[in-house]
């Protein structure tokens, strides 16, 4: 079994910045990807950065430029700072875990945190 708990989001004006928090435990062998996807109302969920074991970070094309992800191997941690917040990031934000377990391997879904960002 593999849990992903996300903290962070909240409400926040247009031009401000949050920070979502994610962590993965359990019986994990190795983590592959971490990473941020979102999901507003009425529209489907869409990736918004991942980063993969000894590669780069990847970003949707509407975030780019305002958003940072960082991962903490040891600690099975991903954060994804977020600045210059615009209403059309308002959203429910779910980390996104792909990791090696006994059998296989395992991608799981935190429960999501709500991001509303307020013109």
């Known amino acids: 079994q593999v849990q992903v708990v996300e903290s962070g989001g909240g409400l926040e004006q247009a031009g401000g910045s949050l920070r979502l928090s994610c962590v993965a435990s359990?019986?994990?062998?190795?983590?592959?990807?971490m990473g941020w996807y979102r999901q507003a109302p009425g529209k489907q969920r869409e990736l918004v950065a991942n980063?993969?074991?000894?590669?780069?970070?990847n970003y949707a094309a509407s975030v780019k430029g305002r958003f940072t992800i960082s991962r903490d191997n040891a600690k099975n941690t991903v954060d994804l700072q977020m600045n210059n917040l615009k209403p059309e990031d308002t959203a429910v934000y779910y980390c996104n875990v792909y990791a090696r377990v006994s059998g296989g391997f395992r991608a799981t879904w935190g429960q999501g945190t709500q991001v509303t960002v307020s013109s």
């Open positions: 980063i993969a074991n000894g590669s780069s970070a």
């Open positions: 359990g019986s994990i062998l190795s983590i592959q990807v």
